[in-house]
């Protein structure tokens, strides 16, 4: 069975930090890129950050994270992560890792991240 949990969410303060991490298994991880996503309340999720099967070649991020977050991976253990830094209210969402493009229908639960003083 797939499973992806997510982890690490949380309350911090504008400018503040979090690294998520997500767990996959059920799936032959290092063969599927990756990817972050979000999805605040009302708003469509979207996609956050890409990185490919191998860790390399191809990161992608969204504009509007872009220079403030960083998706990396460990194929060994089964994970990948997002570091966080320099928060923004507008980040207020709930995470969810997923393969990208997202193939995998059971969705984690995500973890949410709540940006706000």
């Known amino acids: 069975q797939v499973q992806l949990v997510e982890s690490g969410g949380g309350l911090v303060q504008p400018g503040g930090s979090l690294r998520l991490s997500c767990s996959a298994s059920?799936?032959?991880?290092?063969?599927?890129?990756m990817g972050w996503y979000r999805q605040a309340p009302g708003e469509q999720r979207e996609l956050v950050a890409t990185i490919t099967s191998r860790g390399h070649g191809s990161i992608t991020y969204a504009d509007s994270v872009k220079g403030r977050f960083t998706i990396s991976r460990d194929n060994a253990k089964n994970m990948v992560y997002l570091q966080m830094n320099s928060l923004k209210p507008e980040d207020t969402a709930v995470y969810y890792c997923?393969?990208?493009?997202?193939?995998?229908?059971?969705w984690g639960q995500g973890t949410q991240v709540t940006v706000s003083s």
């Open positions: 997923n393969t990208a493009p997202p193939w995998l229908n059971d």
């Open positions: 059920g799936i032959l991880f290092s063969n599927y890129p």
